[in-house]
């Protein structure tokens, strides 16, 4: 069983930046990809970033040239650099992992981002 625990979400102005950390510990084997997610209020969870094994990278346009994201894979951590946030992207951001035979699919409980003046 994998666990997520994530980490540095807030109440930041438009223009603010915010940087999220999600650490998987656990029975790790074959992490294929790691990512963030998000929710706002209404509306479906929709992809934000991934990142496979591999170093790819994949953003939703809404996001592209202002987040970030990077993993260690020594500490099985993964991490979404937010920049120039705009209030759009208040939500809750949640941590994915698949990783294992299956495969299997893991997510944090998710992380409060507000942006607002």
């Known amino acids: 069983q994998v666990q997520l625990v994530e980490s540095g979400g807030g109440l930041v102005q438009p223009g603010g930046s915010l940087r999220l950390s999600c650490a998987a510990s656990?029975?790790?084997?074959?992490?294929?990809?790691m990512g963030w997610y998000r929710q706002a209020p209404g509306k479906q969870r929709e992809l934000v970033a991934v990142?496979?094994?591999?170093?790819?990278?994949n953003y939703a346009d809404s996001v592209k040239g202002r987040f970030t994201i990077s993993k260690d894979n020594g500490k099985n951590t993964v991490l979404l650099q937010m920049n120039s946030l705009k209030p759009e992207d208040t939500a809750v951001y949640y941590c994915?992992?698949?990783?294992?035979?299956?495969?299997?699919?893991?997510w944090g409980q998710g992380t409060q981002v507000t942006v607002s003046s």
């Open positions: 656990g029975s790790i084997v074959n992490m294929y990809v």
């Open positions: 990142i496979r094994n591999s170093g790819m990278t």
């Open positions: 994915n992992v698949v990783y294992g035979v299956g495969p299997v699919t893991s």
